[in-house]
C-alpha cells in the first residue's frame, strides 16, 4: 500500500516537475515568438532596423531565465543586435547556421545541443520575422506557400537558452514538490500503519483465541479494541466463547460421569474376569484332582491300576512292531496280610508307602538297569492294589534284563523298614511275563505274570520267576486256586501229614508236625507252599489253620482211641490266626477233644512273634497257661531280637532247613548252627533240626548238640494211619544205630 503510494506520488512528483520544467522553457521560445509576431505586425522594429526597441526587446529576453544569448539578425543570417549573458565567455558561440540546418526560412527553428559544452545543455531558437507585402522594404527572400506573394522575411530572433538553467530555475519547485510528495508518503505509510494496526491486531487476538479454543481453553475472553465492527465481532465472538464454554463444562461433566461409569464397569468386568478366572481354576483343579484320582493311587502317589492299564496297552500297540521286549513284572508282597492284621492298617499303610517309595528309588537309579540291560530302560512302577505292584520296563534287549531289575527289586526291600518302633522285613515274590513272548495284550500279560508270581512264592516266597507255559499247564492260576480252595474246606479236600520228630540219643519218636497237604480232586495231593500264601491272603487262613489244629487234636485223640501213645503234635500256625481268638480256639479244642494241652504244640514263625513283640508276649503267655507247647519255627531267617527272644515263654526252636543243608558249605556255616545251638541251651530251650535228609547232617547236629531231628532222613510227612504204624516200631532206635555204626 504505502509502496503503492509512493510510486504514484513519484509518478506525480516527476510529471509535475517536468510539466513545469516544460513550462519555463517553452515560456521563453513562446516569448520569442510572439515578439517576432508583435514585431511584424506593430512596430516593424526589425524592418525599420529599430536599434532601440530591439535592445529593449533582446533585454527582455535576456531576464527570461536560462537565456544566455539574444540576438536578431538579418535575413542571412547576419547578426544586426546582439545581447550576451555575462558569463557568455564560458559558453560556445551561438551557431546561427546549425540553428537554422534543415529549416525552411519563414519557419522556426530549434536545434537542441546535444553535444556537451562543458556541464551546460543549449537549445537554439531561431524565429524569422516577416512582413506583408505592401509594407516591403528592403525585405529578405520572398515567402513561400499560399501567402508567397505577400510576405517578405525580414529577419530572425535568435535566442540561445541554457537547459540546464532553466532546469535549475525550476528546482525551487522540484523541491517543494518532491517534499510534497514526501509528506504525503509519510502520511500514507502512517494511516496505512494506524489502519493495518486496526485490522491486524483485532487478527492476531482472533488467532490467538483460535489456537487456545482448539487447546480446548475457553475461559479467556476475546478483548481486543477497534470500535464499531470490530467490537460487534468481538462480543458476538465472545457470546460465542461463553456458550461453547458451557456446553463444553457440560460435556465435561458428562465425560466424567461417563469415564466414572466405564471404570465402574471395567472394575465389574475384571472383578468378573477374575471371578471366571478363579473358577476355571478350580475347575482344572478339580479336573486334575479327578484326574489324579482316577489315575493315582492316593496312598502311594503311584499310577493305579487304571493307568497302568492305559499305559501297558499304548506301550503293547506302539512296539508291536517293533523287536522290544517289555516286561511286566508283578511284586506281591509276602505275608503283608500278617502286618496288616497285627499292626493294623496304619501300619501296613506305612510299610504299602515305604515299599512304593523303595521300588521307584531303585528303578530311577538308571545305572543298574543301563549295566543291566546295556542302555538306558525307561520303566514305571504302579500299584494295582492291596500289596500288589507292577513294574513294567518298556524297552530291554534280552528277557535276561527283566531278572536282573527284579534281583534288584529284591535287593531294595531287604533292608528292615521301621514302622511304628517295629524293625519290619517284608519280601516280596515277583512274577515275570515277557510281551511279546508269552503273550502281548495287558489282560493275558498280567494273567501271566500273576501265574509268574504265584510261582515264586510256591517256590518259597522272596524270589523271582520267569512264566512259563507248563506254569498254566500246572493249573495253578491264582483265580482259579482261589475258587477250588474255598471249596476245598467245604469238601474236606485237606488233609493232615505227620512228619516224626526223632529224639537223637534214643531214637524215639518224641513228636510230629502236622502239615497241610491238599488231596486235589485232579491234581492230586498238592504242597502247603502253594496254597498257604494264597490263604492268607484270601483270609482263608484263619478257617484254615482252626480246621488244622482242630483235626491236630481230633488225630490225638484218635491214636489214643485207637490205644496208641502219640507224640505231641505240632501245628503251624499262621501269623494271622495269632490273636485271642485262636487263644480261645486251642481252648476250647483241647477241652473238647479232652486231651492233654501238652500234647499240642505251636510252631510260630519269627517273623510272626516280632511283627508285634509286645503283643505276642502276652499271646504267647495266654497260650502258655493253657498248657500248650510252644515252638519258633525256621528258626534263623528272621530277625529276631534276642532281648524279645529271652521273654517269649518258649519251648522249642526249630533250627531251619537252610542252615542245615549250608551246614558243610565252610566253617562259617558250620559254626552258624553252632552258634544258633549254644544260644538255644542258654535260652533253655529243646533244639530240633529241620530237613535234616543226611547221615552227614545228622551226624553234625547230633554232634553239634542237637536234641530232635525231623527229616526226611527218617520219614517224610506222612498220612495219619502210616504215621500210626510208624509209633508202634522202633526204626528210628535201629536206623540211629547205623547211623553210628557208619560214624564210627
Ligand atoms: P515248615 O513248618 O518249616 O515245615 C517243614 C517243611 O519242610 C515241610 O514242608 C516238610 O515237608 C519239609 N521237610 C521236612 N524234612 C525235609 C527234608 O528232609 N527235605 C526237604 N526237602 N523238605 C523237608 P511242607 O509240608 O511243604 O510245608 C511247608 C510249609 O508250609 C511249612 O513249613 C509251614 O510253614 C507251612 N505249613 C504246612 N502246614 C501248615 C498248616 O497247617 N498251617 C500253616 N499255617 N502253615 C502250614
Ligand atoms: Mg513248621
Ligand atoms: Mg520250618
Given at each position: 500500500m504505502v509502496a503503492l503510494a509512493m510510486a504514484g506520488a513519484l509518478a506525480a512528483a516527476a510529471a509535475m516537475i517536468w510539466r513545469e520544467y516544460r513550462g519555463a522553457r517553452d515560456g521563453v521560445f513562446a516569448h520569442a515568438l510572439l515578439l517576432a509576431e508583435a514585431d511584424a505586425r506593430t512596430d516593424r522594429a526589425v524592418q525599420e532596423r529599430d536599434i532601440a526597441l530591439i535592445s529593449e526587446r533582446l533585454a527582455r529576453f535576456m531576464a527570461l531565465p536560462g537565456v544566455k544569448y539574444a540576438a536578431v539578425r538579418d535575413a542571412d543570417g547576419r547578426e544586426i543586435v546582439a545581447r550576451r549573458g555575462e558569463d557568455a565567455d564560458g559558453y560556445p558561440e551561438a551557431d546561427f547556421g546549425r540553428a537554422r540546418r534543415?529549416?525552411?526560412?519563414f519557419d522556426q527553428g530549434i536545434a537542441t545541443d546535444e553535444r556537451r559544452a562543458g556541464l551546460e545543455r543549449f537549445s537554439d531558437l531561431t524565429v524569422p520575422v516577416f512582413v506583408t507585402a505592401d509594407m516591403q522594404r528592403g525585405a529578405g527572400p520572398r515567402a513561400s506557400g499560399g501567402e508567397a506573394g505577400s510576405r517578405y522575411l525580414v529577419g530572425y530572433y535568435h535566442l540561445r537558452v541554457s537547459l540546464d538553467e532553466v532546469w535549475r530555475s525550476v528546482q525551487g519547485y522540484a523541491l517543494r514538490v518532491a517534499l510534497a510528495c514526501a509528506l504525503f508518503v509519510a502520511l500514507t505509510a502512517l494511516l496505512t500503519l494506524r489502519v493495518t494496526r486496526r485490522i491486524s491486531a483485532p487478527l492476531r487476538a482472533l488467532e490467538q483465541l483460535v489456537e487456545r479454543v482448539s487447546a480446548g481453553n475457553l475461559e479467556q475472553k476475546l478483548i481486543v479494541k477497534g470500535g464499531g465492527e470490530v467490537d460487534r465481532i468481538t462480543s458476538t465472538i465472545n457470546a460465542l466463547i461463553s456458550e461453547l464454554h458451557t456446553y463444553k463444562l457440560q460435556t465435561d461433566t458428562s465425560n466424567v460421569l461417563l469415564s466414572r461409569k466405564v471404570d465402574e464397569r471395567t472394575e465389574q468386568l475384571s472383578r468378573r474376569n477374575e471371578e471366571l478366572n478363579k473358577a476355571v481354576q478350580q475347575v482344572t483343579k478339580s479336573k486334575e484332582q479327578l484326574h489324579q484320582l482316577a489315575y493315582y493311587d492316593s496312598l502311594t502317589a503311584l499310577p493305579n491300576r487304571r493307568l497302568f492299564i492305559e499305559q501297558l496297552d499304548v506301550l503293547l500297540r506302539l512296539t508291536r512292531r517293533e523287536q522290544r521286549i517289555v516286561a511286566l513284572l508283578f511284586v506281591d508282597l509276602d505275608n503283608f496280610k500278617r502286618i496288616n492284621d497285627s499292626l493294623g492298617h496304619a501300619a501296613g499303610d506305612v510299610m504299602l508307602k515305604e515299599v512304593a517309595g523303595r521300588l521307584s528309588r531303585c528303578l530311577r537309579s538308571s545305572d543298574f538297569l543301563a549295566v543291566g540291560s546295556g542302555g538306558d530302560v525307561p520303566s514305571s512302577v504302579s500299584r494295582l492294589g492291596g500289596d500288589e505292584f507292577t513294574v513294567v520296563l518298556s524297552n530291554i534287549d534280552r528277557p535276561e534284563s527283566a531278572g536282573m531289575v527284579a534281583e534288584r527289586l529284591l535287593q531294595s526291600l531287604r533292608a528292615p523298614m521301621l514302622i511304628e518302633g517295629h524293625e519290619l522285613v517284608v519280601t516280596p515274590s515277583i512274577g515275570i511275563a515277557l510281551a511279546p513272548d508269552h503273550a502281548d495284550s495287558v489282560s493275558e500279560l498280567l494273567k501271566l505274570a500273576d501265574t509268574a508270581m504265584y510261582h515264586a512264592k510256591s517256590a518259597g516266597r522272596n524270589n523271582y520267576a520267569y512264566y512259563s507255559p507248563e506254569m498254566s499247564g500246572s493249573g495253578v492260576g491264582r483265580l482259579k486256586l482261589e475258587a477250588e480252595l474255598r471249596r476245598a474246606l467245604e469238601r474236606r479236600e485237606l488233609v493232615l501229614h505227620y512228619q516224626p520228630q526223632v529224639k537223637v540219643a534214643t531214637g524215639e519218636i518224641v513228636g510230629a508236625e502236622a502239615l497241610v497237604r491238599w488231596n486235589h480232586p485232579e491234581r492230586g495231593l498238592v504242597p502247603p507252599g502253594q496254597f498257604i500264601p494264597l490263604a492268607e491272603e484270601m483270609g482263608l487262613i484263619i478257617e484254615l489253620g482252626a480246621w488244622a489244629v482242630v483235626e491236630a487234636c481230633g488225630q490225638i485223640r484218635a491214636f489214643q482211641r485207637q490205644g496208641l501213645t502219640p507224640p505231641k503234635i505240632s501245628v503251624n500256625v499262621s501269623s494271622l490266626q495269632f490273636n485271642a481268638a485262636f487263644t480261645a480256639l486251642v481252648q476250647k479244642t483241647i477241652a473238647d477233644f479232652g486231651i492233654d494241652p501238652g500234647m499240642l504244640e505251636l510252631e510260630l514263625t519269627e517273623g510272626v512273634l516280632m511283627s508285634n513283640a509286645e503283643a505276642s508276649i502276652r499271646s504267647l503267655h495266654d497260650l502258655k497257661r493253657l498248657g500248650v507247647s510252644l515252638s519258633v519255627d525256621d528258626f534263623g531267617t528272621g530277625y529276631s531280637s534276642l532281648s524279645y527272644l529271652s521273654e517269649f515263654p518258649l519251648d522249642e526252636l526249630k533250627i531251619d532247613r537252610s542252615f542245615v543243608i549250608a551246614f558243610d558249605s565252610g566253617p562259617r556255616s558250620a559254626s552258624l548252627v553252632s552258634a544258633i545251638i549254644a544260644m538255644g541251651k542258654s535260652l533253655n530251650l529243646r533244639l530240633v533240626a529241620e530237613g535234616v535228609d543226611s547221615g552227614a547232617q545228622y551226624r553234625f547236629l547230633h554232634e553239634a548238640g542237637v536234641d530232635v531231628i525231623q527229616g526226611f532222613l527218617f520219614s517224610k510227612p506222612v498220612p495219619a494211619e502210616d504215621f500210626a504204624r510208624l509209633l508202634g516200631s522202633n526204626r528210628f532206635a535201629e536206623q540211629i544205630r547205623t547211623l553210628e555204626q557208619e560214624a564210627a
Open positions: 534543415g529549416v525552411a526560412p
